[in-house]
């Protein structure tokens, strides 16, 4: 899954985990793990994230083929969720998945003005994950509604390391679109709508490539574009 951050790939993947029964790898919940229990990756990993860098394409190659030798990946498939980020990090995983290849690219489309809205306002389970905003928070005092953990502003979603990883996206991101493009892989479709608006395109692209057909998502209405 591709897209900029706050497009919602979190909560996609989450969802499409769920419905196809497959793992849900996040490389951004990985590092917070890490970070989280102050492991020598944790440590490094920490001055990136909370300067809103990208983590070195070697380190996020380890992390993924670590997670990847798991038995959970190799019979159903699994969705990523924010690897590969740059094409050094897409030539690595094209080579540690040979001679399985990605079955589809899904890029979220979102305006930028959106995504700042959204992640400025983001609110996050510190323990599971979960994603709450000020306009929607937990129930009880930002506690968190799934696990009880503490709901809390990640560092690395200020303002500032906001756009620093926009910045960062257009520069290292963006040509993996190109890349997958050629391919023949990548689908755009819109990340903007209700979270089931956007699974029903999401969905519809998976369901269709899965029954050999063409995978053109739903056109979002113009009130969404």
Request: some cysteine; hydrophobic content about 35%; charged content about 25%.
């Amino acid at each position: 899954m591709l897209g900029k951050q706050g497009s919602g790939k979190g909560t996609q993947c989450v969802r499409l985990s769920h419905r196809y029964v497959i793992p849900h790898i996040s490389t951004g919940d990985m590092l917070r793990a890490e970070v989280k229990s102050k492991t020598p990756l944790g440590l490094e990993a920490r001055r990136y994230l909370d300067a809103g860098d990208l983590i070195p394409d070697e380190v996020m190659l380890a992390m993924v083929a670590s997670r990847l030798d798991r038995d959970d990946t190799r019979t159903r498939g699994f969705v990523l969720d924010g690897f590969p980020r740059t094409v050094a990090q897409a030539d690595g995983f094209e080579e540690l998945l040979k001679p399985v290849e990605i079955d589809l690219v899904l890029n979220l489309m979102i305006p930028t003005e959106l995504v700042l809205a959204r992640l400025v306002s983001r609110r996050v389970c510190e323990d599971c994950g979960a994603i709450y905003s000020t306009s929607t928070p937990p129930k009880f005092n930002w506690t968190c509604d799934i696990c009880g953990g503490d709901v809390i502003q990640r560092e690395d979603d200020s303002e500032e390391a906001i756009k620093n990883r926009l910045n960062l996206y257009e520069s290292a991101t963006a040509p993996l679109v190109a890349r997958y493009e050629a391919m023949g892989k990548l689908v755009d479709v819109s990340g903007v709508g209700s979270p089931d608006e956007v699974q029903e395109c999401l969905t519809s692209v998976i369901d269709a490539y899965q029954h050999g057909g063409g995978f053109f998502p739903p056109v979002p209405s113009e009130e969404k574009l």
